[in-house]
């Protein structure tokens, strides 16, 4: 399976705990992107890398949350000191090729987080 | 930031029927996708139609890039298509989502 892929699929923790996601793209994308998306609506836009550079980071991104993609691979996205607000679907997908023009993005399976 | 509309919100259909799901945007923008967001929550990437017409079997999709909008035809439904529809658009780098199509489709 060469798709996007997501680890927990789901992840059920109690408030005040931190909790981290982590997302590998397709092999040959340069670019990731974590969506985060709530009960009846689309996924809201909550940051990007281009190779390992967090290029944009969306408002919804508290100080609580923090992304990284350490190598230009893999990214880890870690909530601290969670709330219940935080309860969602965390989406991650990817781009690319490098150099390509086109910008598909491709979706992962998401992670299912409740917080009790 | 860029606004996006879909319509029908909910949309009920007895397979066979035909539909046409519409997205409106309200800025110029570098990319447009249709997903299918599937009961488990995955998202199947169905076009990526910045501007022009394709089809791919029982799915065609048309974007209107000077007139900011794009629609998606499903032909013959079928059950499996259930499930909510949606556009988003990228401004720059990222997309943007429009609330969705819930669609229900009958036997």
């Known amino acids: 399976d060469t798709g996007v892929s997501q680890n927990p699929r789901h992840k059920i923790t109690k408030r005040g705990q931190n909790v981290t996601f982590r997302c590998d793209p397709i092999?040959?994308?340069?670019?990731l992107y974590w969506y985060r998306q709530t009960l009846g609506q689309g996924p809201e836009f909550l940051t990007y890398?281009?190779?390992?550079?967090?290029?944009?980071k969306s408002r919804l991104l508290s100080d609580r949350f923090s992304a990284e993609r350490p190598k230009g691979s893999f990214s880890t996205l870690e909530i601290q000191r969670t709330e219940q607000g935080d309860s969602a679907m965390y989406l991650c997908?990817?781009?690319?090729?490098?150099?390509?023009?086109?910008?598909?993005?491709?979706f992962g399976p998401g992670t299912r987080l409740t917080v009790l | 930031g860029i606004q996006v509309e879909q319509s029908p919100p909910d949309l009920i259909l007895q397979e066979g029927a035909n539909s046409t799901l519409r997205c409106n945007f309200s800025?110029?923008?570098?990319?447009l996708q249709w997903f299918h967001q599937n009961p488990w929550g995955q998202l199947i990437n169905l076009f990526y139609i910045p501007s022009g017409t394709k089809q791919n079997g029982r799915l065609s999709a048309t974007t209107v890039a000077t007139e900011r909008y794009s629609l998606l035809y499903i032909s013959s439904s079928q059950t499996t298509d259930s499930g909510v529809y949606f556009c988003a658009v990228e401004g720059y780098s990222t997309l943007t989502f429009g609330k969705g199509t819930m669609l229900l489709v009958s036997p």
């Open positions: 997908a990817s781009s690319g090729p490098t150099g390509g023009s086109r910008n598909e993005q491709f």
């Open positions: 800025d110029s923008v570098n990319n």
């Open positions: 092999s040959e994308h340069n670019r």
């Open positions: 890398f281009q190779n390992e550079a967090q290029l944009e």
